[in-house]
């Protein structure tokens, strides 16, 4: 007889392992599945999904080493600080980042085993049969085939690297985003096709580490989804300052691989040649992962893009089956699936858990970071929506010029008639702190009054949110 439980996980990336851990704590008896071994050194399989294992975690602490080599490099002589000589031992910061990812996944299978979440190793798919009720979840794993019993499905299977067509990802000279956290050491020359956050994260990383960076964007826009004004902020500073060349609006042509490295023409806006790199990273966005779920024998609809369609609870077409994370529409980032995960779990247990979308922050780990929640200006604009806008630089700030380092600005939108914050952006250091205050402001419905009325310590980088809020009333007191 089949394993019978009350919630079956299928995927234990961010929203799969928290929906997980969430249905155990209300009480029902709940498996995840999962197949994905990431290279394990024991061959088990590893939990928490691309972003633990070859995506968030891994590239910020990659991000962090090579912060601190540029620091040491760089900018410790104007602290009186000299430090010559300094080098980068590649293997040391990829076996840190290694051991960083194993305690966190380690850190997951001791959660499950505490809140008596059932891990289920293989790979999970609908059988198409359906009794009394329940759904018949197939697990194919190493050691064979079993099928368990379930009332409720949360598919949470995740999202893979969009593939170019003529550009084989063999991740030792043409990477995605797996291979390029595991360069053994820096390239001399490294060329990005996608100026995204993964394109622009780890062109970060091997450019701060001595690599020629050079990044080719389709678009005719740099940063289209952020504020204009934080984009113009950010190509100033990546490309003037840190010498990233990044070219917009860019047609490639047919690559060639020889002795001498990656040959790849394109054509852009402001130049027309070919890329010649070492290394090639590919980070061209990702797609929704729904290969091998058989859905479709099931009769789970997907959206034209592949997705799973949802309600706005996360309800899929089929009774009792859920889909949450890069699965679904919406933004592809960790914490948006964590929240729909919990919010999946309470709604099974009858309770009344929701996401709102509008106040799920988003952030670029560069540096500087750049971080913004609501709504942009240009967004506002094309609504026809009256606003104020204050914005303040950290140049203002002394707690930034103690640290250093002054990059870029916080600017807050809020209603011209009834003052509530409709979006904040910020770039510059810890962007992606202090964006939370700015969440919290708007999922409680807060004006601009309400942020400049509150008292921020001083000195702190948060003052200069806090500024902002005043400059919307155009009353700034330092600035």
Request: aromatic share 6%; glycine share 12%.
């Amino acid at each position: 007889m089949a394993q019978q439980f009350d919630v079956v996980v299928i995927g234990a990336g961010p929203g799969g392992y928290v929906a997980a851990i969430r249905a155990a704590q209300l009480g029902f008896s709940t498996a995840c599945i999962e197949s994905e071994s990431y290279d394990d050194p024991k061959g088990e399989v590893r939990l928490g999904g691309t972003c633990l294992n070859v995506g968030c975690i891994p590239s910020k602490a990659l991000l962090q080493s090579s912060e601190y080599f540029d620091m040491a490099s760089h900018h410790f002589l104007m602290h009186g600080i000299k430090a010559d000589g300094v080098k980068m031992d590649v293997p040391s910061m990829v076996r840190r980042k290694e051991n960083i990812v194993t305690q966190l996944t380690t850190g997951i299978r001791s959660l499950f085993k505490k809140n008596k979440v059932t891990l289920l190793a293989g790979r999970g798919s609908f059988t198409g049969s359906r009794k009394s009720e329940r759904w018949q979840i197939e697990v194919a794993g190493k050691d064979g085939k079993s099928v368990v019993d379930a009332k409720h499905v949360i598919v949470a299977t995740g999202s893979k690297p969009r593939q170019l067509s003529g550009i084989e990802v063999d991740n030792k000279s043409i990477c995605d985003n797996v291979g390029a956290l595991s360069f053994d050491a820096v390239p001399r020359r490294v060329g990005v096709i996608g100026a995204g956050v993964i394109g622009l994260e780890l062109g970060s990383v091997w450019k701060r580490l001595g690599s020629e960076v050079t990044i080719l964007e389709a678009l005719p826009d740099f940063l289209a989804a952020a504020d204009a004004a934080v984009a113009k902020e950010a190509w100033k500073v990546f490309t003037a300052k840190q010498g990233l060349k990044i070219h917009l609006g860019a047609k490639i042509g047919k690559l060639t691989q020889g002795k001498g490295g990656i040959g790849l023409p394109f054509q852009s806006d402001d130049a027309a040649g070919v890329l010649e790199c070492d290394k090639l990273i590919v980070s061209v966005g990702r797609v929704p992962n729904t290969d091998g779920l058989n859905g479709g024998a099931a009769g789970l609809k997907l959206d034209d893009h592949g997705r799973v369609e949802v309600n706005d609870y996360c309800q899929t077409n089929l009774p009792n089956v859920w889909a949450v994370g890069d699965v679904v529409p919406g933004p592809m980032l960790a914490h948006k699936g964590m929240e729909e995960g919990v919010m999946v779990a309470e709604r099974i247990a009858g309770q009344a858990g929701h996401v709102n979308h509008d106040t799920v922050p988003w952030v670029i780990y560069t540096h500087p970071e750049i971080a913004w929640v609501g709504q942009t200006e240009q967004q506002l604009k094309a609504a026809n929506v009256a606003y104020r806008a204050g914005q303040i630089p950290f140049a203002a700030n002394g707690r930034a010029l103690g640290q250093g380092d002054t990059t870029g600005f916080v600017k807050m939108l809020a209603c011209a008639k009834t003052d509530r914050i409709l979006g904040v952006h910020v770039i510059g250091t810890n962007a992606s702190e202090l964006i939370a205050e700015a969440v919290v402001a708007m999922e409680f419905g807060a004006s601009s009054e309400d942020i400049a009325r509150i008292c921020h310590a001083h000195p702190t980088l948060s003052e200069v949110m806090h500024e902002s809020a005043l400059a919307v009333d155009k009353r700034p007191l330092h600035f």
